[in-house]
């Protein structure tokens, strides 16, 4: 086991306790995605404060942090030079991965207490990604529809579910056929903390989403799957194999490029999905539960309405005309 290097603070690994607390962490995710995100987190930590780049979180001393030292954690990734809510989401991996070593028995309550005793970062920034226009998805489309392989019926669909759900990427690759209620028009999805919410299709992304199940057949299994060089549709245990979430964000990236565009990522068709929502008059709370938010306070910072209104505010007023020489 590595000791973390913290500078003026190292911490001994001597007599390592039974069970990682890493493990233990990461095994309590209910999503692959989350346990991706977190994963990364820690290791980052890890190799920041033992000075190796290939280090893991695997087998650190967390259960002998206390506040001194995690203070001095918080200080070194705010040094970093990243954003305030990639710090945050740092802090919050370790405080998750003491709660385990605490509830392992490997560290006091109030150990644990004091060293998880930690102030987020604190900032105020302008919303991040981009704005997704429809002519951009028009274009992306005409791509989609110009490839005849079972790949453009299946993108087509992808985008027409991205666009009109404002699902998270790793949602849509995680839907099954059984997901799918095509009289409702809905897709029931599986969320963060394995939430379940239903989200509805307009008519224009239903017809796109039936002529690739036309494709793809209605054998139950994932609805959206990987397709060979071959046009062939990958299967796994007699049924269409799942994506991962970095495939659909693969996907897009693709077509954009082909169509011309410039990159948009699948969390700004989540960001453009809730805006013109917000837009349109629906209310915050039928935004929020339509994306899955746990706090209509995320889904309030998406709302593009004040900042119209102080543009429009700024319009209002006219430079003065200078007066002839």
């Not at 494709?215 to 991962?244: E, H, K, N, Q, Y």
Request: glycine share 8%; charged share 25%.
């Amino acid at each position: 086991m590595e000791a973390l290097a913290i500078p003026g603070r190292d911490i001994s690994p001597a007599s390592p306790p039974s069970g990682d607390p890493y493990h233990v962490y990461l095994d309590s995710l209910a999503s692959a995605e989350s346990r991706r995100t977190m994963r990364g987190c820690l290791d980052r930590i890890a190799a920041v404060l033992t000075g190796d780049e290939a280090a893991t979180g695997s087998g650190q001393p967390w259960h002998l942090l206390r506040y001194e030292h995690t203070t001095r954690i918080r200080a070194i990734l705010t040094g970093q030079g990243w954003s305030p809510a990639h710090v945050n989401k740092h802090l919050v991996a370790l405080r998750r991965v003491m709660r385990e070593a605490w509830r392992l028995g490997q560290m006091t309550a109030e150990d644990y207490q004091r060293a998880a005793d930690l102030a987020n970062v604190q900032s105020t920034r302008l919303p991040s990604g981009q704005h997704v226009p429809p002519e951009l998805v028009a274009a992306a489309l005409a791509v989609c529809q110009d490839d005849p392989s079972p790949a453009g019926a299946r993108d087509s669909a992808l985008f027409a579910v991205l666009y009109s759900t404002g699902c998270r990427r790793a949602e849509v690759a995680a839907m099954t056929l059984g997901d799918y209620d095509s009289a409702a028009r809905s897709l029931r999805v599986r969320g963060k903390r394995d939430k379940e919410r239903l989200v509805y299709l307009t008519p224009e992304a239903l017809g796109r989403l039936e002529r690739w199940l036309a494709v793809r057949g209605r054998t139950a299994g994932a609805l959206f799957c990987p397709i060979s060089r071959a046009g062939r549709l990958r299967i796994r245990d007699g049924a269409p194999a799942a994506m991962t979430g970095q495939a659909v964000a693969d996907i897009l990236s693709r077509r954009l490029a082909a169509a011309g565009a410039t990159r948009r990522t699948p969390h700004d068709f989540r960001r453009t999905f809730i805006g013109e929502l917000l837009d349109a008059g629906v209310d915050l709370a039928t935004a929020q539960a339509l994306v899955g938010h746990s706090s209509p306070a995320t889904t309030a910072r998406y709302d593009r309405r004040p900042e119209r209104r102080r543009r429009e505010a700024v319009d209002r007023l006219r430079l003065p005309d200078p007066k002839p020489l």
